[in-house]
């Protein structure tokens, strides 16, 4: 197999990185060693869409979070993904936090950034924020962050990508690579790719794979962090809400996402194992207690799941984004917080990258920008539902009954552009199982239905890929192994 | 949009509803009744273990038998019913917005609703258990619906964490299907399921029972590869130095259910914090006219006889409000929860009784043995009821009569053991 481009990882760093190549005519090859995109750091995290205040300026970071910001609207509104400027408080709880707050703004506006303000009548606030913590004193509000899902972004950029000529492979771990006249690509399952270009997007493992070609020059450390999310409709949350910074974070925020649910979280700690994604006894108190610090009536018992991502946290504490010492081999590394809120600049910088190094980019006169979804059965007046399951009958069933996911919207995420193959994907595309019952209601439906899509039996049918089968076998069967 | 309109809309086909819907239809009403899976009964089709109706029919019957028998009547009386058919919404007007895939988007115009939706399982989520986030983790009645209706078998080795009855009754009926249950872990100092379940299924089977421990991490990346238990403490706070790790393919979690009120609420039904079901007067109406609610919906049944048999009487009471037989006042007196006790319900009774007497349901917080349960006015008692054994596993049922609860002022109900004599 020969590309021009192969970009290693489908997180959000490599999808936005594909989807802005797929405008060109170049051939691209997109290559994740999960079943599926978005599997890595880009599902677990808060899903914020940063204002550009925080991130110190001079950074990297604080470059593409501020680069990205005006195109985001545009993006989500093109692929459908749900994406809300809900505003962001950071929370002074006394007087002597309101400096940092005068920080905060500070670099901000050496940032460039000029939409905020702040407030300091707790009044005004807690009318704003009705549950926020009523010992607050001031709050640095900026209209212009946002929510988003993270995962919905990836998916859909991938998808689009898909439509516009991208080849995507999964299952598919780089293990080697060969640089001779092109660059030689080893997949775990004995597939070569030949590539002229490799983007490094690897996330977590961003340091192998540039090892890989010889370059050691950085290294990822992950940094576990730990969340609890909370039921719909149980307590109203305006504002993504931190705290006033630490030296060492930016705290344990509170938000909504764009479900409508609402998080606590993340902690920051570093560890160093770069699968450990399981969340602690310890870690989970943390959350708990540094939430109640804003939110002190945070209704724990309508927590419905909890979860902990890895941040990749390079040695240099930035993004690194280059052409290194080896003609085509880029690294996009140490995407760390914002890294979700700076992909779309981090994207258009990288196809700067490759111009500069001389790679003709054409853009294509066929793109497609847009890209089509199933329509969410949930949001449709009652008239439209009708005229829905009218049309596709399978519209008439619910199978998720916590978020109202129908058969249909099952069944095309199965036959999407990306098919979904696994009771993971069909949560991350279409949100069943993902409400206040966490599947109790709809895993027995999901797996017949995946069944029928995909030719397969029960047994065969996994949470996430190979290992994480759901059933063992039929009734009966143990009682005839052990005869 | 196709309308329909009827007298008594019953939300949910399971042994509440199918009562409602029976009673309703024998006291002179048209009935609708709405169900989102393919065949009625509710959550009995999967109970296929016996135990069932001894309430009732003075037999032990199978959950499937049991629902059977309900479902015959209806087949009798010809009520319709709706399979398949999904609830959205309730409007506060009463009208119903459902779906289905022969007719789309259905609006039912009833006069009254019965709601008996019947309730869901607690998750993992709910009680924050930390660790990996494998496959192999299932609540109970997950399992017992991928067993017993699918026919498929989740996983070979299990532990089960808490010892309420679904999860006793799956820890046999693995045992039985020839996978090993290696242990049933409770928080609590004693099974929060009925002793009847504890003895029939795991004692008869040799599964161990650890009370007073819990599961503080789930291990493994693709399945559950193990889990480690812990003691606790009386604050339920693991106890350093006691894990124990326990190799198995598969969790269960039986660790409480919750009424499923997501539609009442739409219908703007005022919730009971403590119940998580409506908050109900002695008609089984709630806040809102017309809407009446029976069953798991209204508070967690341990016996499915009681279940069906409130179902009963909801069902006559909204046919005799509509048939206006009944009226109903609205002024109510309060019922207050005292010393050990965890709910009541009805939370509030009104002066103007229709039975001869009132029946309440409750349960204690702790367990408690020799015990009055005392219902007291103003510092004044007006019932009593002794009690060998009170567990909030078995919920208590008091019925009180009608000349006792003409009074004007709320009432609270206490558990006193009996050798502290009550303050009064
Ligand atoms: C707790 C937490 C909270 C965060 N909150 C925010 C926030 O609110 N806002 C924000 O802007 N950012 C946030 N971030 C940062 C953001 O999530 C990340 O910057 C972003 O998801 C990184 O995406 P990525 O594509 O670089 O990495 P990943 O999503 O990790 O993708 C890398 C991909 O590479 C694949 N891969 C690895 N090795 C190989 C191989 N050998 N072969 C093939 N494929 C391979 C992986 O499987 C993975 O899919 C947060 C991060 C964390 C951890
Ligand atoms: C898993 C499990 C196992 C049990 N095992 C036993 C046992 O062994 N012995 C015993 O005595 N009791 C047992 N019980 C308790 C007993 O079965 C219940 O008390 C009884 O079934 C409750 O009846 P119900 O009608 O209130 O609710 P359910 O039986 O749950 O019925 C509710 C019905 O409403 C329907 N419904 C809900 N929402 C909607 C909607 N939006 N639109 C349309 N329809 C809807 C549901 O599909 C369901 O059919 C068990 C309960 C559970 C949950």
Redesign the pocket.
């Known amino acids: 197999m020969e590309y021009d481009i192969a970009i290693i990882g489908a997180g959000i760093s490599g999808a936005a990185i594909a989807r802005e190549l797929s405008k060109y005519s170049v051939k691209t090859i997109l290559i994740e060693k999960n079943p599926s995109v978005s599997m890595g750091t880009t599902k677990a995290n808060s899903g914020i869409i940063h204002g550009g205040y925080a991130a110190k300026n001079g950074t990297n970071k604080a470059r593409f979070n501020v680069a990205s910001l005006p195109l985001f609207e545009k993006v989500c509104n093109d692929l459908n993904v749900s994406y809300s400027k809900i505003g962001s408080f950071v929370v002074a709880l006394e007087k002597d936090q309101i400096e940092k707050l005068y920080e905060l703004k500070e670099n901000g506006l050496k940032n460039g950034i000029k939409d905020f303000k702040i407030i300091e009548d707790p009044k005004k606030i807690l009318k704003m924020e009705p549950n926020l913590n009523p010992n607050v004193c001031g709050v640095l509000y900026c209209p212009g962050a946002a929510i988003i899902s993270p995962y919905e972004l990836c998916i859909n950029f991938v998808e689009n990508a898909i439509i516009n000529g991208l080849r995507f492979l999964p299952d598919s771990e780089v293990i080697e690579i060969k640089k001779e006249d092109k660059f030689k690509i080893i997949i775990r399952s004995g597939i070569e790719i030949k590539s002229n270009i490799v983007i490094n997007a690897a996330g977590l493992y961003a340091d192998k794979i540039s090892s890989l070609v010889g370059l050691d020059y950085f290294k990822i450390t992950p940094r576990k962090g730990e969340y609890v999310l909370f039921d719909k409709n149980v307590m109203k949350i305006n504002h993504i809400l931190f705290p006033v910074p630490t030296k060492i974070s930016k705290g344990i925020v509170v938000s909504p996402t764009v479900s409508n649910n609402f998080f606590v979280g993340p902690n920051a700690k570093n560890i160093d194992d770069k699968e450990d994604i399981s969340c602690t006894l310890d870690g989970l108190k943390e959350v708990i207690e540094g939430g109640k610090k804003l939110i002190p009536n945070l209704p724990l018992r309508d927590a419905i799941t909890v979860f902990a991502g890895l941040r990749a946290v390079s040695n240099n504490n930035d993004f690194i984004i280059e052409q290194t010492e080896i003609d085509g081999f880029i690294n996009v590394a140490g995407i760390q917080s914002p890294g979700l809120s700076s992909c779309l600049g981090i994207a258009v910088y990288v196809v700067d990258i490759l111009k500069n190094i001389g790679i003709n980019l054409r853009l294509k006169t066929d793109f497609i920008p847009t890209l089509d979804k199933p329509p969410h059965f949930a949001y449709l007046s009652p008239k439209d539902k009708d005229e829905l399951i009218k049309k596709d009958e399978n519209y008439g069933r619910v199978i998720c009954?916590c978020e109202t996911i129908t058969e249909a919207e099952i069944r095309a995420a199965i036959n999407s552009p990306l098919p979904a193959r696994t009771l993971d994907d069909i949560k991350f595309r279409t949100r069943a199982g993902m409400g206040r019952c966490q599947g109790g209601f709809c895993t027995s439906r999901i797996i017949s239905i995946l069944c029928d899509e995909l030719g397969k039996n029960p047994t065969e049918i996994t949470k996430h890929g190979k290992g994480s089968e759901l059933v063992i076998g039929t009734t009966k069967h143990l009682r005839r192994d052990t005869k | 949009m196709k309308t329909y309109i009827t007298d008594i809309a019953i939300?949910?086909?399971?042994?509440?509803?199918?009562a409602a819907a029976i009673s309703a239809y024998e006291n002179g009403v048209n009935v609708l009744l709405?169900?989102?899976?393919f065949e009625l009964?509710?959550?009995?089709p999967?109970?296929i273990?016996n135990?069932?109706g001894l309430g009732i029919f003075d037999e032990e019957l199978t959950?499937p038998e049991f629902a059977q028998r309900y479902i015959n009547k209806v087949m009798e009386y010809k009520i319709p019913i709706m399979l398949n058919?999904?609830?959205?919404e309730i409007r506060p007007n009463k009208n119903i917005l459902?779906v289905n895939k022969n007719e789309g988007a259905i609006l039912v115009k009833p006069k009254a609703i019965i709601l008996?939706?019947?309730?869901r399982?607690r998750t993992r989520g709910n009680i924050r258990i930390p660790g990996t986030r494998p496959a192999g983790i299932y609540t109970?009645?997950l399992a017992?619906r991928l067993v017993n209706i699918e026919g498929l078998m989740p996983g070979k080795k299990f532990v089960i964490l808490g010892s309420g009855?679904?999860g006793m009754?799956m820890a046999r009926r693995l045992t039985l299907e020839g996978a090993e249950v290696k242990a049933v872990i409770e928080i609590l100092p004693y099974t929060s399921g009925l002793i009847r379940n504890k003895v029939q299924c795991l004692d008869d089977f040799g599964i161990p029972l650890l009370l007073q421990h819990t599961i503080i991490e789930i291990k493994g990346k693709d399945r559950v590869e193990s889990v480690v238990v812990s003691k606790v403490d009386e604050n339920w706070e693991p106890i350093k130095g006691s894990e124990k790790s326990f190799e198995c393919d598969t969790l269960l979690l039986s660790v409480g259910?919750i009424p499923?009120n997501e539609?009442s609420k739409t219908a703007g039904v005022e919730l009971d914090p403590k119940t998580r079901g409506p908050i109900i007067n002695n008609y089984f109406q709630t806040n809102v006219e017309g809407i009446f609610a029976?069953?798991?919906?209204l508070h967690?049944?341990?016996?499915?006889?009681n279940?069906a048999s409130e179902?009963t009487l909801t069902g006559e009471i909204a046919a005799k409000f509509i048939k206006k037989i009944i009226k109903i006042d609205k002024n109510f007196v309060q019922l207050l929860c005292g010393r050990n006790i965890g709910y009541v319900l009805p939370q509030k009774v009104n002066k103007t009784a229709f039975k001869n007497s009132v029946r309440f349901y409750m349960r204690v917080k702790k367990p408690e043995n020799n015990v009055y349960i005392n219902f007291k006015v103003n510092d004044k008692l007006i019932y009593k009821k002794f009690e060998r054994f009170a567990r909030p596993s078995e919920m208590l049922i008091i019925d009180l009569p009608k000349q006792d609860i003409l009074i004007d002022n709320n009432i609270l109900i206490e558990v006193i053991p009996k050798e502290k004599k009550s303050e009064n």
């Open positions: 009954r | 939300i949910g086909g399971g042994p509440a509803g199918l709405i169900e989102r899976d009964g509710g959550i009995l999967q109970c273990h135990g069932f959950g058919t999904m609830v959205l459902a008996a939706m019947g309730c399982e109970a009645g017992q009855d679904i009754i259910l499923e539609l029976c069953g798991n919906v967690v049944n341990d016996l499915v006889d279940v179902g």
